[in-house]
């Protein structure tokens, strides 16, 4: 009678442990913390959710504030910005700023106030941007410079996608170097004032220039050929046949400047020999007919990279600060085989 009263005990209380045991883990209540901590493995049920809050090209909506229209590498780069964004579904805002910066301030201030996810611009010059890009920076609306860099504190924009501009005038120091080994007398027809081209085009030249060339005079064509065309009349008025060379921050100026050479009674190419920058289709083709000798590449087909950018930016990746485009040099002899490969 005693054993079997033990042994009802002991039951009892095995039964309790038992249930006790299983009833613990159900008891304690799994926090949110618990369910996101780092150093365990979230389920794959809980990664999707936030894998499908990220945002797509669909949903993106871009700014762009164009700065212009005044050359051949412009209305590529224009082209490449509007294409890409219908072949990926975004939806695009686009601004013309006709070279003038309040306008592409303007600009950025309608695109703040619409709301929008991304704003890219190619600032027209350097300086003075800080004030606006602070209220897009207050209204949360990320900034990624294209094409031209804005002379701003680095956290005022989110990345920069662009040339080597110094390196361009680098390579150009160096062509015309090749071109007159003997040295010479050159003119410069220098891009719109206070821009980043215009002015790292100026010193990266200077820095690889031989110095038994001489540069007699440095003026400003604002990179459209009509102002080439004018300032290479009033440089030939000024110098005529001492001038041996010509370095055109652009090829639309080059190619505006070729048409003053000819007219002035000079052979472009062979009486001044001319160094430009982009390698436009314009370009190539007045290598071809032998007026140009050299153009250093500047790539405007910036669309697809632009909004790889803008995608990862809006859905907080990870973006380099500046990602450069890569370029070459293009000379005479295979113009004409590389011309109709070209895409601007
Ligand atoms: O910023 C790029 C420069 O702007 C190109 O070299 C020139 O052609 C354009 O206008």
Redesign the pocket.
Known sequence: MKVSKVLLVVVILATLAALVGCAAPAAAPATSNQATTSDQAAPADQAAPAEQGKKTYKDLVVGYAQLGA??E??TANTASIKETADELGVTLKFSDAQQKQENQIKAIRSFIAQGVDVIGV?PVVETGWETVFKEAQDAGIPIILV??RADVPEDMYVSYLGSDFVEEGRKAGNEMNKLLPDGGKIVELV?TVG?A?ANDRFSGFRETLNPNIEIIDSQSGD?TRAKGKEVMEAFLKKYGNEITALYA????MALGAIQAIEEYGLKPGEDIKIVS??AVRGAFQAMIDGKLNVTVE?NPLLGPQFYDLALKVVNGEEVPKWLPSAESVYYPDNAAEVLPTRQY
């Open positions: 005044e050359s590498w412009r190619p094409d031209r891009g821009s081209p990179f921050h652009n090829d639309d920058i982009d500047c």
